[in-house]
């Protein structure tokens, strides 16, 4: 079946150092795939997405890229910011569009 | 513009008792989908309601039954409580098959 596998946490990181979080997944079709962010007392909010292959997705200064040869989706930032500190939820849809596949989660915090 | 609103947000029942959730959907999503999440674990889909109906449904429980309302809204009923139901439950809108996810707060529930 579907499934979306991404790197365990914590990461901690000073500010400005660059940050990858590693997404993979498995799926029937061609997903769409999605990374979705939780601040601290919030709930889940959109990130980016990328609805085909070689898609690039970006918001906020962060990117991930849709690599359908490698089946990956890892989400990048160049500088990050105390304020990125959050939960970031790599996910797929499924061929129906209907089912959302989520990843653990990775808890990133990121100290001055 | 009010986006998803859940009710209530936290909720404490025994085992074996009966409970309902209730979501409203932002403004302009016609489609409701409900996601129940543990601690330290990315959502898992519950199903979808669209038109009133349960467009599809995940690996849960015929325990696990909901409701969509004429304005949209829906709820979530869950009988027979088990101590593992106690998690994090996601109500999310969207408009469109494929389309991103939006997310309230979530209703805690505790069984115990």
């Known amino acids: 079946g579907d499934s979306v596998t991404q790197m365990e946490g914590p990461v901690t990181l000073s500010e400005e150092a660059f940050l990858t979080i590693n997404c993979t997944y498995t799926a029937t079709g061609y997903p769409s795939l999605f990374w979705y962010v939780q601040y601290p007392g919030e709930g889940l909010q959109l990130l980016l997405k990328a609805t085909k292959a070689d898609d690039k997705g970006s918001n906020k200064g962060f990117e991930a890229t849709y690599r359908k040869e490698t089946t990956s989706f890892h989400l990048e930032k160049g500088s990050v910011q105390v304020s990125d500190s959050a939960v970031y939820f790599c996910?797929?849809?499924?061929?129906?569009?209907?089912?959302?596949?989520f990843g653990t989660g990775t808890s990133l915090t990121v100290i001055p | 513009d009010a986006g998803v609103t859940q009710s209530p947000t936290h909720l404490i029942k025994t085992r074996g008792q009966q409970v309902t959730l209730r979501c409203s959907p932002k403004s302009g999503h016609d489609t409701v989908s409900w996601y129940q999440q543990a601690l330290g674990q990315g959502p898992q889909f519950i199903f979808q309601?669209?038109?009133?109906?349960?467009?599809q449904r995940g690996n849960f429980p015929d325990r696990f039954s909901g409701h969509q309302f004429p304005n949209y809204s829906s709820e979530l009923n869950v009988n027979a409580l088990l101590l593992g139901d106690s998690a994090l439950y996601l109500c999310?809108?969207?408009?469109?098959?494929?389309?991103?996810?939006?997310f309230g707060n979530g209703t805690r529930l505790t069984v115990t």
């Open positions: 999310a809108s969207s408009l469109g098959r494929n389309s991103p996810l939006h």
């Open positions: 309601y669209y038109e009133e109906e349960e467009r």
């Open positions: 996910a797929l849809s499924d061929y129906t569009g209907n089912q959302f596949y």
